[in-house]
């Protein structure tokens, strides 16, 4: 799958990677990764944009290899899910496939999304994880904080896969940054917008680097 390769891609060279979340917490239990993002859109603007991932999500982070596959109910139990098509047959018959990315378990509009669950390879983990977006309203904008906290047994080393998942989550951010637009003069993941070509040539780097040492 496209998505495990890239993200096992980001944990052989995390460091290359231009982005600016932070590994906050590291144990042997679990992580946590942080970031934020401040946008030049009021927080309703902010809120409709953030439970529509197929606008900013990033389609190299995806099983279907497109974004726009993804849905996000936002309510308690709602699923932040995917629709895999089916691949095209001879006989013209195929069957549609889908992911579970998270479930909704607190979602307070215009302040704050919870979601749990393993994104990525941690799917495949019995650790999970739980992603709290919450918005604030600030001067000339809206303020997002993402935090995403995983714990539980993995088959992963702590150090590598904390970072990958940190590169990855604040690519989520920076992209729902990039669709709302950044606020002039913030800092941080708010600041001046990573440039999108730049960021899908040093993917595709990584995981040339990782197969040359397979």
Do not use: K
Request: glycine fraction near 10%; proline fraction near 4%; charge should be negative.
């Amino acid at each position: 799958m496209r998505l495990v390769t890239t993200v096992l891609a980001a944990a052989t060279l995390t460091a290359a990677m231009p982005l600016s979340a932070t590994v906050a917490e590291t144990s042997e239990r679990g992580f946590v990764t942080q970031d934020q993002a401040d946008v030049a859109a009021s927080p309703l603007d902010t809120w409709l944009a953030l439970i529509r991932p197929a606008a900013w999500w990033n389609d190299a982070h995806t099983w279907s290899a497109d974004a726009a596959n993804m849905t996000l109910t936002p309510q308690a139990g709602g699923c932040f899910c995917e629709r895999v098509p089916g691949e095209d047959r001879e006989d013209g018959f195929s069957l549609d496939g889908s992911v579970q990315h998270m479930t909704v378990i607190q979602a307070y509009p215009l302040r704050n999304l919870r979601m749990r669950g393993g994104l990525g390879p941690l799917q495949g983990e019995p650790a999970t994880g739980v992603l709290t977006i919450t918005l604030e309203e600030i001067a000339g904008g809206t303020r997002i904080r993402w935090e995403y906290a995983v714990g539980g047994s993995m088959r992963y080393e702590v150090a590598s896969i904390s970072q990958a998942v940190d590169a990855v989550m604040s690519q989520q951010l920076h992209g729902l940054r990039d669709y709302l637009g950044a606020l002039e003069g913030a800092g941080g993941a708010g600041g001046e917008a990573d440039d999108p070509a730049d960021g899908e040539a040093t993917i595709e780097a990584q995981i040339d680097a990782l197969q040359d040492t397979e």
